[in-house]
Nanobody, 124 residues
Framework: VQLQASGGGSVQAGGPLRLSCAAS????????MGWFRQAPGKEREFVAA?????????QYADSVKGRSAISRDNAKNTVALQINSLKPEDTAVYYC?????????????????WGQGTQVTVSS
């Protein structure tokens, strides 16, 4: 599975941002899809994830819960992450990832495939 993330950039605090990830080379609906991020000097951390079992189940990190939404389009093999009310602490490289259905969505080790990352910089 190859993953290509896009949509990063420089944004003002308080604004929205939509990240997209396109997958190829696998059966998309058979994968959990997740977003992780890594800020300078910090470890990579979970942001949001979405599974698929006829319908989708989502999970969010506390840091973005209530101001973000993850969605997937199984027909287009894409997953998107919308984050609103951006904060400077959202500045990071954002990675999309794919892993087999089941298991704990928040665990980095559950994901076998990773995109190249897209930089998000939030200025105050």
């Amino acid at each position: 599975v190859q993953l290509q993330a896009s949509g990063g950039g420089s944004v003002q605090a308080g604004g929205p941002l939509r990240l997209s990830c396109a997958a190829s080379g696998g059966t998309f609906r058979l994968y959990n899809m997740g977003w992780f991020r890594q800020a300078p000097g910090k470890e990579r951390e979970f942001v949001a994830a979405i599974s698929w079992s006829g319908g989708s189940t989502t999970q969010y990190a506390d840091s973005v819960k209530g101001r973000s939404a993850i969605s997937r389009d199984n027909a287009k093999n894409t997953v998107a992450l919308q984050i609103n009310s951006l904060k400077p602490e959202d500045t990071a490289v954002y990675y999309c990832a794919a892993g087999p259905l089941g298991g704990v969505l928040t665990l980095e080790a559950r994901y076998d495939y990773w995109g190249q990352g897209t930089q998000v910089t939030v200025s105050s």
